[in-house]
């Protein structure tokens, strides 16, 4: 079973979306604002997080912000009343991986909560398979109809990354953080550097492309 932690201040919603959760089999946790919600995180094993924005103490943004910094990985759905694109471009950017506008669908949400957890299962499993290629996490190989192609670990962690969470952007700081860590005094430009060198290997594959997307970062395509 699957732990959900809802932070929304809101106690109607949060109840209401604790309700429709456990309706369709996950185990949930409550959080009123962001402070709260790091404590429960920090004694509890949680899989995906339901957020709102506008909390008190600490709102969505920031706590999405520490959660990246502190090296969680799971999904987080925002939702929130908040609906201009720079409200939806400061949550992706601070780390959310999807977005709903108040009042939500929560047969919708369900739906999004569904996809965001079985793409984060298979980003945590050792192997991804897209069409005829093969990803290796143990040995950084990938492998296509018989050939094999070992690459530096950066690289492929990079590829893996971007393949597990396909059309989502993830920005070149995003990427930073999570492959060369935090602390790391590397340029951003270096993503762009083991990008070009991804695409030099993997370009003529028809099963994926890599995206640019401007302003923003990258996103890996599936074509199969």
């Known amino acids: 079973m699957f732990n959900i932690l809802v932070v929304e201040d809101d106690r109607n919603l949060n109840k209401l979306?604790?309700?429709?959760?456990?309706?369709?089999?996950y185990h949930v946790f409550r959080a009123e604002d962001g402070e709260e919600a790091l404590f429960l995180l920090s004694h509890e094993h949680i899989d995906l997080v339901v957020s709102d924005i506008m909390m008190p103490n600490m709102n969505g943004f920031r706590l999405t912000e520490e959660l990246r910094k502190a090296g969680y990985n799971l999904p987080i759905l925002m939702v929130t009343v908040?609906?201009?694109?720079?409200?939806?471009?400061?949550?992706?950017?601070?780390?959310?991986?999807?977005?709903?506008?108040?009042?939500i669908d929560l047969n919708e949400m369900i739906l999004r909560v569904g996809a965001l957890l079985r793409r984060a299962q298979v980003s945590n499993e050792h192997k991804l398979v897209i069409g005829d290629v093969e990803l290796d996490y143990d040995t950084l190989i990938v492998s296509r109809n018989g050939k094999s192609i070992v690459l530096p670990p950066k690289e492929f962690y990079l590829?893996?990354?971007?393949?597990?969470?396909?059309?989502?952007?993830?920005?070149?700081?995003?990427?930073?953080?999570?492959?060369?860590?935090?602390?790391?005094?590397?340029?951003?430009?270096?993503?762009?550097?083991?990008?070009?060198?991804l695409?030099?290997?993997?370009?003529p594959w028809p099963e994926f492309d890599i995206v640019t997307v401007r302003g923003l970062g990258y996103k890996a395509e599936k074509k199969v």
């Open 17 to 25: 979306i604790c309700a429709v959760l456990k309706q369709n089999g």
């Open 199 to 203: 695409r030099e290997h993997f370009g």
């Open 82 to 103: 908040k609906d201009s694109f720079e409200d939806k471009q400061r949550s992706f950017l601070s780390g959310a991986d999807d977005y709903m506008v108040k009042p």
């Open 159 to 197: 590829l893996f990354k971007l393949l597990s969470y396909p059309k989502q952007i993830f920005t070149r700081r995003q990427l930073m953080d999570e492959i060369w860590g935090v602390d790391s005094e590397a340029d951003e430009r270096t993503v762009d550097v083991h990008i070009k060198r």
